[in-house]
């Protein structure tokens, strides 16, 4: 009971975000052995319909085809990494599309009449490996590959057509096609090296967020929430008490006499009693229960939907363990106070009267469990039971 079901579901959550990774690793797996697959057959189609004269396409494309189709079956037979996968993957197609660009214009049919439908039909190619470079590599590895795409292409264009700028106007033409192609590559890597820099700060932000949040509300010793997150969760419950009425009670705890057990055996003593007691209130309180590390030996339970009777007994239930118990392998007793929030209470009017049953238990000897309200003073049954 307790607790212990919020920290199961903690690791049912744990799990289940493990297996959805492994999935999406999976999903990812089978994505690129089909792209690599699609590469493959695009290499085989056009190979079966080439122009004879294409050395390119005649010698190169069947080999292309049969490392895509390697590289498919190499990716799902799922033994490599598949950031080892992705880099293989736009490596080569970096090679090729590139390398066949500059066929184009430097063996193909330079400065021919095909050379910009060619070279112009080729560059949705260009324009796939800048956008997958980025998708698949990151933001580093993208702009690496964009840049070296652009940056050749550029290189390229301008030894091949631009010298013969003034031999005729359709060199010319061909000068403001090619612009107009170089500024929607370059639009590709604005849009693509924005998205993915943009995917992955906002990845790496929420997860910091996470575990800074984590850290942020929970006391570094015990692991339960601390006194900040307390508060935090008290002020709802008011909150909610204040709008439906519901009840919401509090259990303070104090170790009776800790101090002794730290100079008698030491601070790590003191600090195994304060994580076994820590372990128990996580073990025992209810799921819709907080419990939190007020500060040094004292500990809050808030209790919401819960009067003063039955704060009570949860209280002396916790008493007899602890004293039960050999927390942290001490015979420890400690006083409690429990008190309910009364109409027109706020927040800490709830801690103060809490604080004072406390106090009030410690004058009377401590080991006790004290109820402080309205209705009267109240002492469990399992008080002072303890040796
Ligand atoms: N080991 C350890 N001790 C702590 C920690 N935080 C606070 N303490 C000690 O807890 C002790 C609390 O002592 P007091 O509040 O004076 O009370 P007490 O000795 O428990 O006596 P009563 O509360 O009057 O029964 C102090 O000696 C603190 O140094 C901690 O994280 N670890």
């Not at 903690?10 to 994505?31: D, G, K, M, N, V």
């Not at 799902?76 to 660009?101: E, F, H, K, P, T």
């Not at 006194?227 to 170790?255: K, M």
């Not at 916790?318 to 109409?343: K, M, N, P, Y």
């Amino acid at each position: 009971m307790g607790q212990s079901q919020g920290k199961r579901d903690s690791w049912q959550a744990i799990e289940h975000y493990r297996s959805t990774l492994a999935s999406l690793a999976h999903y990812r797996r089978w994505s690129n052995a089909g792209v690599a697959a699609l590469g493959s057959a695009i290499f085989l189609i056009s190979w079966c319909y080439r122009d004879p004269a294409d050395v390119f396409i005649a010698w190169g494309y069947p080999v292309f085809g049969a490392i895509f189709a390697g590289l498919a079956w190499w990716t799902l037979r799922g033994r490599s990494r598949l950031v080892l996968i992705d880099r293989v993957l736009v490596g080569l197609a970096a090679v090729i599309i590139l390398g066949r660009l500059a066929w184009h214009y430097l063996v193909g049919d330079p400065l021919g009449a095909n050379l910009m439908p060619l070279v112009g039909g080729h560059y949705w190619a260009v324009g796939l490996l800048i956008v997958g470079s980025f998708l698949l590599l990151g933001f580093q590895g993208g702009a690496i590959v964009g840049g070296l795409s652009l940056g050749l292409s550029v290189l390229l264009a301008s030894s091949v057509v631009v010298p013969c700028i003034d031999v005729d106007s359709t060199r010319c033409d061909n000068v403001v096609y090619l612009a107009r192609i170089h500024l929607f590559l370059l639009v590709f890597v604005v849009l693509s090296s924005t998205a993915v820099l943009l995917r992955d700060r906002t990845r790496d932000v929420v997860a910091k967020l996470g575990v800074l949040e984590e850290v942020a509300r929970t006391d570094h010793l015990s692991g339960l929430s601390n006194r900040r997150a307390g508060e935090a969760f008290l002020a709802t419950q008011f909150e909610l008490n204040r709008r439906y009425g519901h009840p919401l009670s509090v259990i303070l705890i104090d170790l009776d006499n800790f101090k002794r057990i730290n100079d008698a055996y030491g601070h790590p003593a003191g600090d195994s009693v304060i994580v076994a007691l820590a372990d128990m209130l996580r073990r025992e309180a209810r799921d819709v229960d907080m419990a939190v590390r007020w500060g040094g030996d004292e500990f809050l339970v808030i209790c919401p939907e819960t009067g003063r009777e039955d704060a009570l007994r949860t209280a002396a239930r916790f008493h007899s363990l602890i004293t039960a118990d050999c927390l942290g392998g001490f015979d420890v007793t400690a006083t409690l106070g429990v008190a309910e929030l009364q109409w027109g209470d706020r927040p800490e009017d709830l801690i103060q009267r809490v604080d004072e049953q406390l106090y009030r238990g410690k004058e009377a000897g401590r080991n006790t469990v004290r109820l402080g309200g309205d209705r009267g003073d109240a002492v469990a049954e399992s008080s002072q039971s303890a040796p």
